[in-house]
T-cell receptor
Framework: KNQVEQSPQSLIILEGKNCTLQ??????????LRWYKQDTGRGPVSLTI?????NTKSNGRYTATLDADTKQSSLHITASQLSDSASYIC?????????FGKGTMLLVSP | EPEVTQTPSHQVTQMGQEVILRCVPI?????FYWYRQILGQKVEFLVS????????KSEIFDDQFSVERPDGSNFTLKIRSTKLEDSAMYFC????????????????FGDGTRLSIL
């Protein structure tokens, strides 16, 4: 069964600090891995999409990495801002079907 | 920036009734999706739709559910004989043109319809 596991479940950091969120997956066949940001009460917003051949991809202060051999990904957030407070969801795609993780709830504290 | 819009934002329905959730995808997109998120749980795939037919569906998407693109702009999810456990946030998403790497295109999500079954 396709699964996506994320850690930690929740995280509190001080504004301006960096953090790294983790994602492990068992999804087959593998098309790509996505990171989404979901603000409370809103739909998910795409941050990055990485295919099998990509090791890293950046979007502003967000940098995602992918190790397809170990089936692990991370999302690094640099110089956090209060607006980064949200749920960050790792999503793995098998063709057009997406398997979602439960997300990491990030709270950035002033 | 074009957005996916969903209506209503909140729907309250009596158990056993039928409900139709509506979505307007981004206008030049060709792939459409429905997801649900039960409170406190992860987002779950329901169905994908392309070229006026279902392309993939999950185990959740049984005979109680149906999708339709009744005109050139709307995409609807119908839930028949609603049950208490159908209470969830339902998200519509769309993605772009069919290319060799269509599966690598981002899906754009609406802000969801919160469905409450009483």
């Amino acid at each position: 069964k396709n699964q996506v596991e994320q850690s930690p479940q929740s995280l509190i950091i001080l504004e301006g600090k960096n953090c790294t969120l983790q994602c492990n997956y068992t999804v087959s066949p593998f098309s790509n891995l996505r990171w989404y940001k979901q603000d409370t009460g809103r739909g998910p917003v795409s941050l990055t999409i990485m295919t099998f051949s990509e090791n890293t991809k950046s979007n502003g202060r967000y940098t995602a990495t992918l190790d397809a051999d170990t089936k692990q990904s991370s999302l690094h957030i640099t110089a956090s801002q209060l607006s980064d407070s949200a749920s960050y969801i790792c999503v793995v795609s098998a063709y057009s079907t997406l398997t979602f993780g439960k997300g990491t709830m990030l709270l950035v504290s002033p | 920036e074009p957005e996916v819009t969903q209506t209503p934002s909140h729907q309250v329905t009596q158990m056993g009734q039928e409900v139709i959730l509506r979505c307007v995808p981004i206008s030049n997109h060709l792939y459409f999706y429905w997801y649900r998120q039960i409170l406190g749980q992860k987002v779950e795939f329901l169905v994908s739709f392309y070229n006026n037919e279902i392309s993939e569906k999950s185990e959740i998407f049984d005979d109680q559910f149906s999708v339709e693109r009744p005109d050139g702009s709307n995409f609807t999810l119908k839930i028949r004989s609603t049950k208490l456990e159908d209470s969830a946030m339902y998200f519509c998403a769309s993605s772009g043109a069919r290319t060799a790497t269509y599966s690598n295109q981002p899906q754009h999500f609406g802000d969801g319809t919160r469905l409450s079954i009483l």
